[in-house]
């Protein structure tokens, strides 16, 4: 079906012709028909499917058909998980309405200042695209009005609720006006229980539409996975770039330290990458995304925060260098390549410590990933340029590496906070030795990489460590204590009483046992006194 075909009016279809689009997909030939009669839907669609063109089209043709009619302007409140997908969700909402005049659309997210989204609501938003937190707050502070609302939007709600939304999302329907003055469409990836019970509570009779519910993943995606212990990991890794050559690469981990980790060994072995995660401040976060999108930027290391909500035209390959804990995830991962029809490559990396993952991952999706055995001579040898860098080295500047002994982050005693008392500086020789032996450590510039640690002389290596009985190991850690400047423990720590070792000395002097009397002296003594009240005083009752 082409978009000619459906009831849109010609403001509509400008917009429609300026975003490229002729043909539609699937889920908007199904839903499009029977969101555009005002009736309430709830669609279930896999990831990439064009879904979001189907509730922006239905709000921006009943603005259409207010304009036609004379009648005010109606407003819509569209709720997504995350804010990057908030901001896409912006931007196709603005060029799909390119042929409606006197439209206002605006996001409303946390993480950035209240004042530009306060012009937007000064101003008379129409259409707003938001995160559940923020929604909520100009809510509580009276600068929004939830019964103004004509046409309530929620996507990705299976996502919504994973991330603990669901009391926010049942607050919303609360103080929406009653079901049948509006019109409400629901979007998710699967229609659990808690999708169908809003369904059911605060819905009007909405029509169940499923597209291709049992086809999870996209058939398009070239799918691998190798089977690679940690240590061996990296290194694989850069064989497969090298081989593949990808235009741009979207690399997931399961943890921020781990993202970090990824992106510096990257940019040391000369593939320019960034990473992306929830503690980055929003401006940077969506100056990165834009930098992706433009082509600036080759290669992404993100965690799941940038599993949804992320599009990348033509983007080529997907790594998981960590196999998700949550087996959806998987999928809105590997989603991110071979979107609207296009073909796109999947690596999966299974070590020891994520492949316990990977049998519910196979059960979700229906199919076993393709196992990738690399012969002698598929892959050519490359050299690691961050191999002699450890894991600490490369995250301790943004602030996940191991706390430096007094430093801030540091568990014993940390730093002094300011406004303290201050010690004042050592007399005589003792603080001319603790100058000499205290060198101050050399400060990184800015953007230069951190260097390598050195090993002690003497010390052995963890291969070496390992090949060692439990007294040679006990051996080899005494030596290191002593050639520290320490001196060994005794071997017996308990007290040892000398009138025992030496008889002629006599017999250990005992102590006298307290009699009852003492013992009632002692503890009328410990008691504290009470004092003698007024009247007690006044009458005499207590002398």
Partial sequence: MKFTELPLSEQVLKGVEAAGFTDCTEVQEKVLPVSLTNCDVMVQSKTGSGKTAVYVLTVLETFSKAQKAGKNKPKALIVAPTRELAVQIEED???LSAGIENLVVGSFYGGVGYGKQD????????????????????????KIDFREFDIFVVDEADRLFDMGFYPDIQKMFSLLRDRKERQTMLFSATLSTKVRNLAWNFMNEPSEIEVN??????????????????????PLFLQLLKKENPGNCLVFTNTKARCIEVAKRLSLNGYPAKYLMGDLPQAKRLQTIDRMKEGKLSFLVATD???????????????NYDIPDDFENYVHRIGRTARAGKSGKSITFADEEYVYNLEAIENYIQMKIPVIWPAEGDLEPVEDKSASYSFHDLVREDGYGRPQKGGPQSRR???????????GPKSGSSAQKSTQQRSPRPKMEKGSAPQPKRRQAGSKSYAEMQNLSLEDRLAYYKQQYQSEGGKAAPTNTAPVDKRKQNPKKGPVPQKPVPTKKAEAAIKQESQPKKKIGFFARLFGRKK
């Avoid at 058939?219 to 190798?226: S, V």
């Fill in 93 to 95: 909402t603005n060029q």
């Fill in 119 to 142: 012009e937007l609501i000064e101003k008379g938003c129409d259409i707003f695209v938001c995160t559940p937190g923020r929604i909520l707050d100009y809510q509580k502070m009276h």
């Fill in 213 to 234: 519910p049992e086809e999870i993943t996209v058939n398009a995606i070239t799918q691998e996975l190798y089977h690679i212990s940690k240590e061996e990991k990296f």
């Fill in 305 to 319: 925060v940038a599993a949804r909500g992320l599009q990348i035209d033509d983007l080529e390959l997907v790594v």
């Fill in 413 to 423: 005693g940390g730093s002094r906070p300011q406004g303290g008392r201050a010690r």
